[in-house]
């Protein structure tokens, strides 16, 4: 080939360097070429089932002064193993994987594998034709980890097919718009989640082929659901088969030993000022956009790429004396700027977890260039507020407010990740006060409140299941709580939430503007109530109504704009429904405007009223029936019609255990399985 097409690798300006380096198979002839990228190399030879591991029997050739080495293989077959055998005149002898390897051995074993990734048939064009807006397009995200979702009843994982199968029809019920998937890329230790990379370009053999992960994609995308990646290219593991020391000395890691190692996790830095190394990393997110057709990637730990001090006691400034990995910052523009020129409607978002400024803001504009950041902000003042008994919210009302002071400063995502339900922080529903009922009006709770705050929405699975334990990457989620109808009625809430979401553009087409969002009632710290409206382009209108407190508030009057409103949902300690209720302001002045609403407010409650603008006529929604409830009794209805309602739909009751209260004092509930204790929250990192 053109040794000077090699070259823009040595220059940074490869960003397709997949397309040559590492193993090109010809299943035709049988042949394959292989290179690799080594400075401290005098010999590499590549070894293999095709020549028996025989060091001598295939020698590569140096055809790069900068490095890069080529053989061409013949008796080649597909899925042979190979390794390169490195010789640097100063060491042992060096066995290592192909950095660009497309497939590598299952569980355990440390060799590439030979494969061709371009046989698969993709039916996924008029998906991909017609992805919409990212910016004013629903997006509600569903964490995943393939491994611990769902299993066989044997305990065996489900394959990247079998899962494609089962979750892209859950995904559908449920309603959700995007998946994001943990540890695809290949990673040696379960314990890591996928956040340890030795193979970047390998989709894990855990779970299949690359033309297997490929079905999933495909499957998604024919489903109309997104696919967003957790990519990783702030650290790597200190694996002697990986990029750790390729060739006996720092090759993709950094060589001053005050930015080589992020001690505190046992990992490599990536050297973001070598041109070989941004272009093995921005040829990377490439490969899965170019190849797997992944709607985005989210990218993690960006804070530990960003400062030269994050998780270190020792560290050496910038040339301006800072702290600030000025590499870093060049190679994400890069990367950004890269990925958006083929990819205007990529998603590329930033897990981001400091006051850095600008990250998802263009790169002419001084940002880092992402289109999207996780608001750890927003997370983890929320799950601070809702964790404190509601008798005590009132001294921390400024907690839940605060959000709105930054909500437009960034292009937010609100995250209910994975690292929020481990290591003892208690699984969603267990970080809710009260006893087994009103942890479940607390979720539906902060739910109403998380789906109508501006941003995007990203929940792990097993929110929607209310279960108990924290997740546990070793087995699958407890499905079995949908046998008690409390969880099979918060997983339909969710469903219905999503739904409400999607189909209001008030709910998420203004996201980031102070257009999208107005405070009708914003400091009711004794009530804790908040009182907000969103807003589409066409002044369609959504009010929130959140109670977080289990006091109910009959004829609760606030300022609202001039028009007729209906009930979409509302939520109260036992049940929840979607009555269709209508109300119509009043012109009674309150709150700084001249007509108001009065609406009985229930406990622990949530309500979205919908206002159209008449602007534009819409087909609303349809109104669904209200739910089963959890529970057999429910306080008198508190809902104020000033029109006629549709008809309650009938209610199916559910035993429950009997207590050991005093008859008086009784209340019933659904069946329900035993909650445990949210353990003390400590912090950790991957």
Not at 450 to 462: I, R, V
Request: net charge negative; glycine share 8%.
């Amino acid at each position: 080939m053109d040794i000077k097409l090699l070259d823009a690798y040595h220059h940074g300006d490869m960003y397709d360097a997949y397309k040559y380096l590492g193993c090109h198979f010809n299943k035709e002839n049988g042949t394959a070429v292989f290179r690799v990228w080594s400075t401290r190399a005098t010999s590499i030879s590549v070894i293999g089932d095709f020549n028996g591991w025989d060091i001598n029997a295939n020698r590569m050739t140096k055809i790069t002064e900068a490095g890069i080495w080529e053989a061409t293989v013949s008796g080649v077959k597909l899925y042979d193993n190979y390794k390169f055998y490195i010789e640097n005149g100063f060491s042992y002898p060096i066995y290592k994987c192909d950095p660009f390897a497309f497939h590598r051995e299952t569980f355990e074993g440390t060799n590439a594998k030979v494969v061709d990734i371009e046989n698969f048939k993709w039916t996924d064009g008029e998906y991909l034709k017609n992805l919409p807006d990212r910016y004013t397009a629903p997006m509600s995200v569903y964490e995943a980890h393939i491994a611990s979702w769902r299993r066989y009843a044997d305990g065996n994982t489900f394959d990247y097919r079998k899962f494609a199968d089962e979750m892209s029809e859950y995904l559908k019920e449920l309603g959700y718009t995007h998946l994001e998937l943990m540890g695809i890329a290949e990673y040696p230790f379960d314990g890591s989640w996928g956040y340890q990379v030795t193979g970047y370009f390998a989709p894990t053999s855990r779970y299949g082929t690359p033309e297997d992960f490929a079905y999933l994609v495909d499957k998604m995308h024919a489903c109309g659901i997104g696919v967003i990646l957790d990519w990783v290219p702030g650290h790597f593991p200190k694996n002697g088969d990986g990029l750790y020391e390729f060739d006996g000395g720092p090759l993709y890691e950094h060589s001053d030993p005050l930015r080589m190692e992020h001690k505190e996790w046992g990992t490599r830095c990536f050297d973001y000022g070598r041109n070989e190394v941004r272009n093995f990393l921005i040829s990377n997110a490439f490969y899965w956009m170019d190849m797997y057709h992944i709607d985005g990637l989210r990218v993690d730990a960006v804070a530990s790429m960003l400062y030269l001090d994050y998780g270190r006691y020792e560290w050496r400034p910038n040339i301006y004396g800072g702290n600030e990995n000025l590499e870093a910052v060049d190679f994400l523009r890069r990367l950004n700027t890269a990925v958006f020129a083929k990819y205007p409607k990529a998603m590329m978002i930033a897990e981001e977890s400091t006051a850095w400024g600008g990250v998802s803001r263009p790169v002419d504009m001084g940002g880092l260039g992402f289109n999207f950041k996780w608001n750890m902000g927003w997370m983890n003042d929320t799950l601070s507020y809702i964790k404190v008994d509601p008798v005590f919210r009132k001294y921390h009302h400024n907690t839940i407010t605060f959000s709105m002071i930054y909500a437009f400063t960034e292009n937010f995502v609100l995250p209910i990740s994975h690292d929020e339900v481990v290591y003892g922080k208690g699984s969603l529903i267990n970080k809710m006060p009260g006893d087994y009922d009103m942890k479940f009006a607390g979720v539906r709770n902060f739910l109403t409140y998380m789906f109508s705050h501006p941003g995007k929405k990203l929940l792990f699975m097993g929110a929607e299941l209310g279960q108990f334990n924290e997740w546990n990457f070793a087995k699958e989620l407890d499905w079995s709580v949908l046998d008690y109808p409390a969880h099979a009625d918060l997983k339909k809430f969710v469903s219905t939430l999503n739904g409400i979401y999607k189909n209001y553009p008030a709910m998420h087409e203004i996201d980031y503007d102070w257009r999208g969002f107005e405070w009708l009632v914003s400091d009711d710290y004794q009530q804790n109530i908040l009182v907000y409206e969103r807003r589409d382009s066409d002044d369609n209108r959504m009010v929130a109504i959140i109670n977080f407190s289990p006091v109910p508030h009959e004829s609760y009057r606030f300022g609202a704009h001039e028009g007729e409103y209906t009930e979409l949902l509302r939520t109260q300690i036992y049940e929840w429904s979607q009555s269709g209720a209508k109300y119509k302001t009043e012109k009674i002045a309150s709150h700084g405007k001249d007509d108001s609403l009065s609406i009985n407010v229930p406990p622990m409650g949530g309500i979205l009223l919908y206002c159209p603008s008449g602007k534009k006529k819409e087909k609303p929604a349809p109104v669904v029936k209200q739910t089963e409830k959890a529970a057999e009794t429910k306080p008198a209805a508190e809902t104020k019609s000033v029109e006629k309602k549709q008809p309650a739909a009938k209610k199916v009751p559910a035993k429950k255990p009997a207590t050991d209260k005093p008859a008086s004092e009784k209340k019933a509930a659904a069946k329900k399985p035993a909650a445990t204790k949210t353990a003390k929250t400590t912090k950790t990192s991957k």
